[in-house]
Structure formats: C-alpha cells, structure tokens
C-alpha cells in the first residue's frame, strides 16, 4: 500500500522556467514532509522540508508547498538549471517503528538548456 | 560531521551466492539505521530497520536478513540470492527523535546472474 504517490513518473521544462513536482500522501498522521534528489548510482540527497504546521517553506530556488487538507505537496523550483535534472522524491514521517520514513515513488525531472 | 559509508559500490553476484553488504556511520551514536531498495516504479522501499544493537524489525517479507553487531554497523544478508534480488540498495541513518533528515550512502548496485 503506497501511502505516498508521485502520479507523475516524469517531467521536463526548459531552462529558467518554473518545474513543479507533486506529491500525494493518504496518512493523515503524517507530520513531516521532505523532498530529495538522487542521481543515478549515487544515494538520495535532503533537499527540503517541511512540518504539517507550516504552509510553506523557501530555501532560495527551491518552495515547497503544504496542501494539509488536501494531503497534498509540491516542490516548485525557480529558475530550473540543466544541473537540476535528477529524480525527485517526496517522503513523509510515519512516527511508527523506528521513526521511519514512506517515499513515493519519484518523478524525473529533465532541465532542457 | 556524520558521514555515512556502504559499500562495495556495485556487486555481481550468481544465483544462490550469499550476500553481505555493510554500512557504517561515524559521528554519531545510536542512531536509528535502515536498509531501503530502489526498485523500478516502487520508489525507495524499505527493508529493514534498526533502533539499536541488535534490534531489527522487517518491512516486508523476502530473501534477505539484517544484523546490527554494533552500534554504528548494519549489515544486509542473503544466504542464497535470487534473479529477483537484483537492484540498488540503499543504506541510511536517522536520528532517533523529532523530526530530521534521513541520510543515505551511496548505494551498492547489485546483479545477481
């Protein structure tokens, strides 16, 4: 049972525009949201996050977005750069065992120069 | 700094071969570790979770076993691979409280033939 989704498996935007990445979660408990990029053969790096209490939160290019009673976040990054082509996932906190953390299932995100 | 070391890289590996891959974190102690694969269309899937020496818990049912000798070590095993254990597994370290990042290693490509 997939309890975070990422319905879109891939997404390309040109340079200098705005890409936006959504995610869906179905456990209303979950109280902290992150996104990471990966590249191929190298692990998932933290890029961003959020708690269920904001709406919001910015770190230069990168916005992301907490729609809680939708159950829905995006990431949006602005200007996209080639250099932000990876696969994007979102996670959410489970606060059950071991602090863990549900991913979806990822989008590819392609910057055309 | 915590850092965070897996290894090998890449393993090919015949049918009903054992497995070991380890991991270990440097910088901090009991942490909350974990074993995820990457599977296609699956995003990253947990495995297998630790809260400390000793103590695992499985996600889901398979082929593979972990061990946490030490603090800071986790190990994922096999005692015979199967084709359907191919893929890219992921080891990462979480504080054990609050709400943080997860960081991942590099990850070991595994093909099993």
């Known amino acids: 049972d997939q309890q975070v989704k990422q319905n879109s498996p891939s997404l390309s935007v040109q340079e200098g525009r705005i890409s936006i990445l959504n995610c869906d979660y179905t456990?209303?408990?979950?109280?902290?949201f992150l996104w990471y990029k990966k590249y191929p053969a190298e692990g998932p790096t933290f890029l961003i996050s959020?708690?269920?209490?904001?709406d919001k939160n910015e770190d230069g290019r990168f916005t992301v977005f907490l729609n809680k009673s939708a159950k829905h976040l995006s990431l949006h990054i602005v200007p996209s750069q080639p250099g932000d082509s990876a696969v994007y996932f979102c996670?959410?906190?489970?606060?059950?065992?071991?602090?863990?953390?549900?991913f979806g299932t990822g989008t590819r995100l392609t910057v055309i120069p | 700094s915590q850092t965070i070391h897996q290894w090998p890289a890449t393993l090919v590996q015949p049918v009903g071969s054992p497995l070991s891959l380890e991991c270990t974190v440097e910088?901090?102690?009991?942490?909350?570790l974990y074993w995820y694969r990457q599977a296609a269309g699956r995003g990253l899937q947990l495995l297998f979770y630790?809260?400390?020496?000793?103590?695992i818990s499985s996600e889901v049912p398979q082929n593979l076993s972990a061990s946490r000798p030490q603090d800071r070590q986790f190990i994922l095993s096999s005692k015979k691979l199967l084709l359907s254990d191919s893929g890219f597994y992921l080891c990462?370290?979480?504080?054990?409280?609050?709400?943080?990042?997860?960081?991942f290693g590099q990850g070991t490509r595994l093909t099993v033939v």
């Open positions: 990462a370290w979480r504080g054990g409280f609050g709400n943080t990042e997860a960081f």
């Open positions: 456990n209303s408990m979950f109280d902290y």
């Open positions: 959020i708690s269920s209490i904001k």
């Open positions: 996670a959410a906190n489970g606060k059950t065992g071991a602090n863990n953390l549900f």
């Open positions: 910088g901090t102690s009991n942490p909350n």
């Open positions: 630790s809260v400390g020496i000793g103590q």
